[in-house]
């Protein structure tokens, strides 16, 4: 069973940034939109960012202009560049990448705490 390893969360001052990385255990092959979704304690998952193989990026509003997704198309691996962290942002980061043929492929989650 294919896994997708994230790493990079942790404890930021608001203002402060995080890179968050995820790579699968083995080589997935399909993919066609590679993203990151975050659940807030109380709060459904939500879309953060995401990003196609042909370059399309979509972003929720609350990140627009702060976080910056990117992809390694021949690693199968995805980031995430979170700048101007604010506590709103606290949640578990989720990395999540889909086939072609409608497979899901999700992380374990990595927390993101930004406090004073």
């Known amino acids: 069973q294919v896994q997708l390893v994230e790493s990079g969360g942790g404890l930021v001052q608001p203002g402060g940034s995080l890179r968050l990385s995820c790579a699968p255990s083995e080589s997935i092959l399909g993919i066609w939109r590679r993203g990151w979704y975050r659940q807030a304690p109380g709060k459904q998952r939500e879309l953060v960012a995401s990003l196609s193989i042909h370059g399309e990026t979509t972003y929720a509003d609350s990140v627009k202009g702060r976080f910056t997704i990117s992809s390694d198309n021949a690693k199968n691996m995805v980031a995430l560049q979170m700048n101007s962290l604010k506590p709103e942002d606290t949640a578990v980061y989720y990395c999540?990448?889909?086939?072609?043929?409608?497979?899901?492929?999700w992380g374990q989650g990595t927390q993101v705490t930004v406090s004073s």
């Open positions: 999540n990448q889909n086939t072609h043929w409608g497979t899901a492929y």
